[in-house]
């Protein structure tokens, strides 16, 4: 797979023997490649705030690792699969992609932040940083596009949504993840630099505007949703100090613990509401 220099348009870049290499230039060797970065919807502030409370092991991360994994067993049948993830922050989605075997896997994110110990962990995956919204690829490069809450960090969702159907080859897949509830945005999200949350025809709307066809959508906390509902309404009259990681220890409790447990049961289902809209969505050749 070819991957353009950042810099020079006429150059590009082939990943081998755990290095980007120029194939113009055989001493231009890089651990990652930098595109661009998306300073608007991130920072270094938020992403050491995000390993300090999750370590990978809150209920509603390994129930979307999980239903993301069962929308690849059961809605891509092509073999030998290109995925490339948006958004890898914290790796909790590479292992299990890498450890299946099935599939090529290149990791982005939009903050440089991390991607280092990622590339130095994972030394056989290419590694990139861009903005969606700043593409650098003048073609489609892969089969899969997994955006798990990557849209609501993004001002233009609309634009980036219309780059990732160009990032994807005809019948691609997208696999997106948005947090659910329009009314529901408070002082948590606010922290999170979100942008906004999604009704759910909105979000499914973006999607088919972009030239998708969707082929699943189903929501995770599905039955923690009433308390999630009872705290975002809590949260929008009463001013709570470092709400993040409050609400974050507290979720994870074995109670919680156990309905997410109970949903892992239910993949195969289309929750009607839930905490985070998932969608799949194939996409679509267009006519001219």
């Known amino acids: 797979m070819k991957f353009p220099h950042p810099k020079n348009l006429e ?6 023997d755990k290095n980007f290499e120029n194939v113009f230039n055989e001493n231009e060797k890089f651990k990652i490649l930098i595109y661009s970065q998306n300073i608007e919807g991130w920072n270094k502030e938020l992403t050491n705030m995000k ?15 999980e239903l993301c994994q069962y929308i690849l067993e059961n809605y891509n049948k092509k073999k030998n699969s290109i995925i490339l993830e948006i958004g890898c922050l914290n790796g909790g989605l590479i292992e299990k992609i890498i450890a299946n075997k099935k ?10 932040d991390h991607i280092i110990e990622l590339a130095e962990k ?7 940083v861009f903005d ?6 003048k073609n489609s490069i892969c089969d899969i596009l997994i955006m798990l809450n990557v849209l609501e960090h993004i001002k233009n969702d609309d634009h980036a949504l219309n780059e990732a159907y160009k990032l ?9 993840e948005v947090p659910s509830g329009k009314f529901l945005y408070d002082d948590y999200d606010k922290k999170l630099l979100h942008f906004r949350r999604y009704n759910s025809k909105e979000i499914v709307k973006k999607i088919l505007n972009a030239g ?3 082929e699943k959508k189903t929501h995770l906390g599905f039955f923690t949703y009433p308390i999630f509902v009872l705290t975002k309404l809590f949260n929008k009259f009463f001013k709570i100090k470092n709400i993040v ?3 974050t220890k507290i979720s994870n409790n074995f109670l919680i613990k156990f309905l997410f447990y109970i949903e892992l049961k239910l993949l195969r289902f289309n929750l009607p509401f839930g905490i985070r809209t998932v969608i799949c969505a194939k996409k679509k050749i267009k006519d001219f």
């Open 132 to 137: 969606i919204t700043q593409n650098p690829f």
């Open 51 to 65: 390993e300090a409370i999750s370590n990978k092991s809150h209920p509603i991360d390994i129930a979307s690792f």
């Open 168 to 176: 994807l080859n005809n019948d691609g897949k997208l696999i997106i």
């Open 103 to 112: 599939y090529e896997y290149i990791g982005s994110d939009a903050s440089q």
């Open 212 to 214: 998708f066809l969707i």
């Open 122 to 128: 994972f030394k056989d995956t290419p590694f990139i």
């Open 245 to 247: 990681e409050k609400e």
């Open 11 to 16: 150059q590009y870049f082939i990943f081998k």
